[in-house]
């Protein structure tokens, strides 16, 4: 992605998936890079007790709204881990800095204004918010 237009749409896109997982007890973390002149969005899902492909098939209905909307997906990747070797995987990443957008605002705020978390990351970024 290459504006903030871009970041507005995939957030707004984002947002109304949002609960998508719930059922699922899922953790997500979701981060926009910002690296100009280009932004780069990546989610990070947590399933528990749940099969590959039940968290897979839970995540077509977000990767066929990106991809509609002709945004490009680089990769994906599904792996299946006990609890204790992701405790233990390394976390010291260093070199970048990223907005961590992991419920940045309030379930009121996804149900009832989805479509607007998008203007806000816009305006985030418009003002120089380096993620």
Known sequence: MNTTLDIAKLSALHAK???DWDEFHAAQYFYWRATPPTFTF?????FPNTTLSAANASLVPLIDDILSV?????????????????LFMNTDIGAFNQI????FWSDEVYNRFSSQIGDAYKELFDGGAQG
């Not at 002709?70 to 992701?86: K, V």
């Open 70 to 86: 002709g945004f490009n997906i680089s990769s994906t990747s599904l792996i299946s881990a006990s609890i204790n070797d992701i």
């Open 17 to 19: 998936h949002i609960f």
């Open 42 to 46: 990546t989610i990070d899902n947590v």
């Open 100 to 103: 961590l957008g992991s419920r």
